[in-house]
Nanobody, 125 residues
Framework: QVQLVESGGGLVQAGVSLRLACAASGRTSSSYAMGWFRQAPGKQRAFVAAIAWSGAGPDYADSVKGRFTISRDNAKNTVYLQMNSLKPEDTAVYYC??????????????????WGQGTQVTVSK
């Protein structure tokens, strides 16, 4: 099992950028794919972005494509989510997650094995 801790959330105005980080500890020698999900008040947790262990094939939700970038630094056991041109509808608690299920659909939350505690991102108009 891997432990995940998110950081970097906050209150920002629309149009600015924010970078989230997710630090992994524990069984980090495993080849985990990493994902970011978000949950807005009154809504279900939704896929945002995912990246394989090698860094290949980043995938994004349509709502963030072109604005958000997921990346990882395996030497630091950290995955990042660079969020540009933030909109009020991006307001949510953002969670990072790790999946050891090779070849699984990383857009599905049940395919992840470990989750962080979440970090709040609030975007004002």
């Amino acid at each position: 099992q891997v432990q995940l801790v998110e950081s970097g959330g906050g209150l920002v105005q629309a149009g600015v950028s924010l970078r989230l980080a997710c630090a992994a500890s524990g069984r980090t020698s495993s080849s985990y794919a990493m994902g970011w999900f978000r949950q807005a008040p009154g809504k279900q947790r939704a896929f945002v972005a995912a990246i394989a262990w090698s860094g290949a094939g980043p995938d994004y939700a349509d709502s963030v494509k072109g604005r958000f970038t997921i990346s990882r630094d395996n030497a630091k056991n950290t995955v990042y989510l660079q969020m540009n041109s933030l909109k009020p509808e991006d307001t949510a608690v953002y969670y990072c997650a790790a999946s050891a299920r090779y070849g699984s659909n990383l857009k599905i939350s049940s395919n992840y094995d470990s989750w962080g505690q979440g970090t709040q991102v609030t975007v004002s108009k």
